[in-house]
């Protein structure tokens, strides 16, 4: 069993910054991709950025040059570092892992989400 625990959504206002953490636990043998995706009301979930075990990183276009995303892999935990926010990056902020399990056995699992709410 493989468990993501988002933290550290809420509101700010435009201009502001935020700070996500997607916390990885579990049966963990090792931890590949991570990443953050975000949905907002009746929208599609969106890939906001993604970071490999290497530390490679792509970036939505939207997001780039604003938001870091990083990753502690002692700790199993991905960061999104959100500067410059806008009231349209308002949305529910998923995390994903892809997990080993076993040696051979890789899985992605996702977190249940934060909120992140920015006004103008």
């Known amino acids: 069993q493989v468990q993501l625990v988002e933290s550290g959504g809420g509101l700010v206002q435009a201009g502001g910054s935020l700070r996500l953490s997607c916390a990885v636990s579990g049966s963990i043998f090792g931890i590949d991709g991570m990443g953050w995706h975000r949905q907002a009301p009746g929208k599609q979930r969106e890939l906001v950025a993604r970071i490999g075990s290497g530390g490679t990183t792509n970036y939505a276009d939207s997001v780039k040059g604003r938001f870091t995303i990083s990753r502690d892999n002692a700790k199993n935990t991905v960061y999104l570092q959100m500067n410059s926010l806008k009231p349209e990056d308002t949305a529910v902020y998923y995390c994903?892992?892809?997990?080993?399990?076993?040696?051979?056995?890789?899985?992605?699992?996702w977190g249940q989400g934060t909120q992140v709410t920015v006004s103008s």
């Open positions: 994903d892992a892809d997990v080993y399990n076993t040696y051979v056995n890789l899985r992605n699992y």
